[in-house]
């Protein structure tokens, strides 16, 4: 089975931190880039970040650059999102998702080949 699933999800005060996961299974991670979106109430799905399967190149949204970075252990098949400096509006469920070798679609959420089902992070005081 193919299988994507996020972790680290939760409640968080302004300000705050959190680091979220991105795990793999049935296919080796190594071969494709993993993107991190985030759809909040009401809102479109965003693409948050993205990092190419060689962790050559990375990608943010503007609205996240400086506070969140993208990681990846192929070793362990897994991604993760460090998030800081956490806002209110940060507040969504966030999915990563994987395609082929590069950040092909970036910041589309068309072409991915596999999502995981979220993690909610919800920031308030």
């Known amino acids: 089975q193919v299988q994507l699933v996020e972790s680290g999800g939760g409640l968080v005060q302004p300000g705050g931190s959190l680091r979220l996961s991105c795990a793999a299974s049935?296919?080796?991670?190594?071969?494709?880039?993993i993107n991190w979106f985030r759809q909040a109430p009401g809102k479109e799905r965003e693409g948050v970040s993205c990092v190419s399967s060689s962790n050559g190149s990375r990608y943010y949204a503007d609205s996240v650059k400086g506070r969140f970075t993208i990681s990846r252990d192929n070793a362990k098949n897994t991604v993760y999102l460090q998030m800081n400096s956490l806002k209110p509006e940060d507040t969504a469920v966030y999915y990563c998702?994987?395609?082929?070798?590069?950040?092909?679609?970036?910041?589309?959420?068309?072409?991915?080949?596999?999502w995981g089902s979220g993690t909610l992070v919800t920031v308030s005081s």
């Open positions: 998702a994987a395609e082929v070798l590069r950040c092909s679609h970036w910041p589309s959420y068309y072409g991915m080949h596999y």
């Open positions: 049935g296919f080796i991670l190594a071969d494709y880039a």
